[in-house]
């Protein structure tokens, strides 16, 4: 078990009535329980909580009336993740595979899977298919991106990234899963904490469809997988984005923070990590 408090605070001014729609909350999963969960907003609103599409993402939605507004967020989470050996894990036949898994194989906005399957089957087609694969896919987006902030934008898609060679975590984390689709393996976008990150920030990683069940990745190897707390998942980033809004305002401050409980947390960190 690995126990890691995190939280984050947003500063927003509102220049009109606003309807915002705030991603921020960790998820419940059988493997990610939420304790001492707190949600604030300032000036006081009662936000409305909906659970939306087949895995549950909790979004909050408020109308704010012109002012400064302060959001503020904290929670513990306990992780069981269970750890396979990565050697055993293989990858599930399309014809196969659970219809949850399904939506997961197309292209979407920002992972055009189908403009780069044609390099995904050159470069990773004759590997060794299952979770060695997957990591081969990520650690070839480490090996050949540079970690740049500030490098790309909210317009920037994976094929994009592939030119250019350089990004951020949702980066990293679309071009691995277009890679993925590309070869057949059903792949999603998480956002969520990562414990001890450098720069503090929400976080973009991702999962794969492996033998009967989801297996998490990191492709930047900012942090480590047992650090990692899921709010929300989606085909890519657009989905789980921590805020959008209909109306007018200015994001002014975002901190964002997550450390582990305890010094020590248990697990080979080159064991496969499973989260369903």
């Known amino acids: 078990m690995t126990q890691i408090r995190f939280g984050s605070s947003l500063t927003y001014i509102v220049n009109q009535p606003t309807v915002f729609l705030f991603k921020i909350v960790a998820g419940w999963t059988p493997h990610q329980k939420v304790e001492n969960e707190s949600l604030t907003f300032d000036p006081l609103i009662e936000p409305e909580t909906c659970q939306v599409g087949h895995d549950g993402n909790r979004i909050h939605r408020v109308v704010v009336q012109p002012c400064e507004l302060n959001v503020n967020y904290q929670a513990t989470v306990e992780l069981t993740y269970?750890?396979?050996?990565?050697?055993?894990?293989?990858?599930?036949?399309?014809?196969?595979?659970?219809?949850?898994?399904?939506?997961?194989?197309?292209?979407?906005?920002?992972?055009?899977?189908?403009?780069?399957?044609?390099?995904?089957?050159?470069?990773?087609?004759?590997?060794?298919?299952?979770?060695?694969?997957?990591?081969?896919?990520?650690?070839?987006?480490?090996?050949?991106?540079?970690?740049?902030?500030?490098?790309?934008?909210?317009?920037?898609?994976?094929?994009?990234?592939?030119?250019?060679?350089?990004?951020?975590?949702?980066?990293?984390?679309?071009?691995?899963?277009?890679?993925?689709?590309?070869?057949?393996?059903?792949?999603?976008?998480?956002?969520?904490?990562?414990?001890?990150?450098?720069?503090?920030?929400f976080h973009g990683f991702m999962e794969a469809f492996l033998g009967d069940q989801w297996y998490l990745f990191d492709p930047t190897r900012l942090s480590s997988t047992d650090g990692l707390v899921r709010i929300g998942v989606g085909r890519d980033a657009a989905d789980v984005a921590f805020a959008t809004l209909t109306g007018s305002a200015t994001l002014i401050n975002k901190d964002v923070w997550a450390n582990f409980c305890l010094p020590v947390h248990d697990g080979d960190p080159s064991s496969a990590i499973s989260t369903a």
């Open 82 to 201: 269970a750890k396979d050996d990565p050697s055993s894990v293989q990858e599930c036949p399309v014809a196969e595979l659970p219809a949850e898994a399904l939506v997961y194989m197309n292209p979407s906005r920002y992972c055009e899977s189908d403009l780069l399957a044609r390099f995904a089957i050159e470069e990773f087609g004759s590997l060794a298919q299952g979770y060695v694969r997957v990591q081969a896919i990520c650690d070839w987006v480490y090996d050949h991106l540079d970690y740049t902030p500030g490098s790309t934008n909210t317009m920037t898609t994976a094929a994009d990234v592939l030119l250019q060679r350089t990004g951020v975590c949702r980066d990293f984390a679309h071009l691995a899963i277009a890679l993925c689709r590309g070869i057949g393996i059903p792949a999603r976008y998480l956002s969520g904490y990562a414990a001890n990150l450098q720069p503090p920030d």
